[in-house]
């Protein structure tokens, strides 16, 4: 696991949006793994930002989105399809029919959780998936106690993300109940996972996810599994870290290096 520790949102973001930037031009059809939320937002906005100054071709690059919530229709307001198109795909040169998220009306969900897995495997695999951390150590919508085994699936939603996310409808009725979202084990198989956390407010569950023990309590703990995986902290989220001084060590060696 590797632990890098910035200022502020803006230069974590920074060396995110650097790190796939600096894949897509290895592999210009890279499979990005993408998440939605608060966290991804300014990431998002520094791709844009990359794309529009200095010509970061996504033309072809496939994005699969971590989770979708069940019931709501791929244009609704607070539907993670139309989060991705608002915040992301639009503003850049994206090929729509690459771009995909798990359908939240589908009629037979065991099968959509299928094929969407196939159309990972299909693609070549996941090569950086993006993740944020929920206030209850949730990676996607995999809420505490998940199988850290899991494949994408329907999960019911903890009564904690129903309230974190009740911000983004007219009130926490409105917030539905379930979501299809990858598995633990399909977040696992990508080969390299960068999870964001900004805020004090994630200094906790970050501290545990990074240093505490591996358990399904803590989903985003089974990261500690992956062999590439690195946490993208602001100074508050890295508040209870206890190894600060050591992860501040290894970036600067990894600068040295680059
Ligand atoms: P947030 O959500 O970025 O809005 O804090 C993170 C998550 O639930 O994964």
Same mark, same amino acid.
């Not at 100054?53 to 033309?59: R, V």
């Not at 850049?92 to 029919?97: D, G, Q, R, S, V």
């Not at 939240?104 to 037979?108: A, K, P």
């Given at each position: 696991m590797t632990v890098i520790v910035q200022p502020t949102i803006a230069e974590a973001a920074r060396v995110a949006a650097q790190k796939i930037a600096q894949a897509m031009r290895k592999k210009p059809n890279l499979v990005l793994g993408l998440a939605t939320g608060s966290t991804p937002l300014r990431l998002y906005e520094e791709l844009i930002r990359l794309h529009k100054?200095?010509?970061?071709?996504?033309?072809r690059v496939t994005t699969f989105n971590l989770d979708e919530y069940l *019931? &709501?229709?791929? %244009?609704?307001?607070?539907s993670y399809r139309r989060f991705m198109q608002d915040n992301f795909f639009s503003k850049?040169?994206?090929?729509?029919?690459h771009t995909f998220v798990p359908d *939240? &009306?589908?009629? %037979?969900i065991t099968r959509h959780c299928r094929e969407y897995e196939a159309l990972i495997k299909s693609c070549g695999g996941i090569d950086i998936q993006v993740l944020g951390i929920g206030s209850? *150590?949730?990676?996607?919508?995999?809420?505490?106690?998940?199988?850290?085994?899991?494949?994408t699936r329907d999960k019911a939603l903890a009564e904690q993300t129903r309230r974190d996310n009740a911000?983004?409808?007219?009130?926490?009725?409105?917030?539905?109940?379930g979501c299809i979202t990858m598995g633990i084990g399909t977040i696992l198989e990508s080969r390299k996972c960068l999870l964001l956390a900004f805020g004090q407010n994630k200094a906790r569950v970050v501290a545990e996810a990074v240093e505490?023990?591996?358990t399904s309590m803590i989903p985003?703990?089974?990261?500690?599994?992956?062999?590439d995986a690195s946490f993208i902290v602001d100074e508050p989220a890295a508040?209870?870290?206890?190894?600060r001084a050591y992860y501040d060590q290894a970036f600067a060696n990894e600068l040295l290096g680059s």
């Open positions: 100054e200095t010509g970061l071709d996504f033309s *019931g &709501l229709p791929p %244009d609704h307001p607070a850049i040169n994206l090929n729509p029919n *939240g &009306l589908t009629q %037979d209850d *150590g949730h990676i996607g919508f995999n809420e505490p106690t998940s199988s850290l085994a899991s494949r911000r983004f409808f007219a009130s926490l009725d409105e917030v539905p109940h505490g023990p591996v985003a703990s089974a990261l500690q599994f992956h062999a508040a209870n870290l206890k190894l």
